[in-house]
């Protein structure tokens, strides 16, 4: 069964990174042995770890964290790239940084690590062109991930559709490079559970995340928020349910991003709270209708 999971960056403001103009500062801070403590409280199946709200990696940290999450069973994912991944495949230097990340993954227990390929916004003209540019940079990332038997779950980061993320799926052909899921993403560009239906058999993570608009207000240049989970357009039944049928096993890590001024009195843990408990009614759901 899949497990319930929260990404890090559900709790970016606790970790500093304020968003100037749509979000305020809560006037507190977390560690990433605090992120640990309140999934740890909840019960949940695991956490994704954020490199960019880590203090350091160093083995003495990375021993530290992992005894944690042993202390708890949580599971871990190590999420490199915030906020433009390889940009592109255009800086060397952001290839080098993703490889040296790739023992940390191993550290923390786990042979899965999500990746960024870029933080530009998607455009359907440029994609192509996109993708030749990647390609290189990410062929390389994949074959040092290779020798030290660890997963690149490249995500949709807002940068690339579904379509062209199966066509760098195809390219690379390797069982290492697969695919983290962002639901919210998806919606943001195309229809998410489409999207969700072409990638299932390559996912590895997840970001989901629920918003409050579809690809209709982006074309209209509106900013389109994130919600807590199930208080938003993504149709959350229908893409749990193809991620079980393609056999999906691992978390299901909830990413709330920048929510709209109607949640911005609703703390950080309300929210992942809200969502936590949605996601745990929707799987009990699933596993009494599953054959």
């Not at 993320?165 to 390219?171: A, K, V």
């Not at 560009?189 to 999207?195: L, N, T």
Request: proline residues 5%.
């Amino acid at each position: 069964m899949m497990k319930v999971g929260i990404d890090s960056y559900s709790f970016h403001r606790y970790f500093g990174e304020i968003r100037e103009g749509l979000e305020e500062d809560p006037g507190k801070r977390w560690t990433v042995f605090d992120l640990i403590d309140f999934a740890g409280e909840l019960g949940i199946g695991g956490v994704s770890l954020e490199t960019c709200y880590m203090t350091a990696l160093d083995p003495g940290f990375l021993r530290e964290t992992r005894s944690k999450l042993d202390a708890y069973g949580l599971e871990c994912v190590l999420a490199w790239g915030h906020p433009t991944g390889l940009e592109g495949g255009t800086n060397p230097t952001a290839l080098e940084d993703l490889k040296q990340h790739i023992p940390s993954a191993l550290a923390l227990g786990t042979s899965t690590m999500r990746i960024t390929a870029s933080g530009s916004r998607y455009s359907p003209d440029l994609e192509p062109q996109f993708i030749r540019n990647v390609a290189p940079h990410l062929r390389e990332a994949v074959r040092a991930a290779a020798d030290q038997g660890v997963v690149l779950a490249l995500e949709n980061h807002g940068d690339l559709s579904s379509d062209g993320l199966l066509r760098l799926i195809e390219l690379i052909d390797s069982p290492y490079l697969r695919v983290t899921l962002d639901t919210g993403n998806a919606q943001r560009i195309e229809d998410a559970v489409e999207a969700t239906r072409k990638l299932a058999p390559y996912v590895a993570a997840t970001h989901i995340k629920d918003v409050a608009g579809d690809s209709a207000s982006r074309e209209r240049g509106g900013f389109i928020p994130s919600t807590p989970i199930g208080k938003g357009t993504v149709n959350m039944p229908a893409i749990l349910r193809l991620l079980s049928e393609a056999g999906y096993e691992g978390l299901l890590c909830i990413e709330i991003d920048t929510t709209a001024p109607i949640w911005h009195n609703m703390a950080e843990e309300e929210m992942v709270s809200i969502s936590v408990d949605y996601l745990r009614g929707e799987l009990s759901r699933l596993a009494a209708t599953s054959p």
